[in-house]
């Protein structure tokens, strides 16, 4: 499988939304959507949770990723992500960033295989993707 970014640099092919896409499997979306509930306190149904990536068709993509403005901006300036833009600091961005601070404290409470899977996709978006300086 080739890897696939967000916009503001998640990894959305380690994603659970995106791997149950691509498993094409009604138990592999329920137990994301029943990981996602224990984990997160987020509910939804299995059928809401495939996710084709942040970048995909409007259709395609996770319900809660579709009105994301740094993923609306990157799809009206044909962006790959957000790494490729040159307006930076950028409130889009950091905005998309922010939901993922303070994921990686969570490894040292969670087993290392519920870590990898369900947080590691989302730590370290800004590593991938600088809100501000260099670019990757």
Do not use: K
């Amino acid at each position: 499988m080739s890897i696939h970014m967000s916009a503001c640099g998640v990894i959305c092919s380690e994603c659970p939304a995106y791997r149950a896409r691509e498993a094409n499997d009604p138990a592999e979306r329920a137990r994301v959507a029943q990981a996602w509930h224990e984990l997160f306190d987020l509910s939804f149904t299995a059928d809401q949770i495939p996710c084709g990536g942040c970048l995909g068709p409007h259709e395609d993509v996770f319900c809660t990723s579709r009105e994301c403005a740094a993923r609306r901006c990157c799809l009206a300036r044909g962006l790959a992500s957000c790494a490729e833009c040159p307006d930076r600091p950028c409130p889009h961005l950091e905005r998309a960033q922010s939901n993922w601070d303070g994921l990686e404290s969570r490894a040292e409470s969670l087993p290392v295989a519920v870590f990898r899977e369900f947080f590691l996709p989302y730590c370290h978006a800004r590593d991938r993707v600088p809100s501000e300086g260099a670019r990757p």
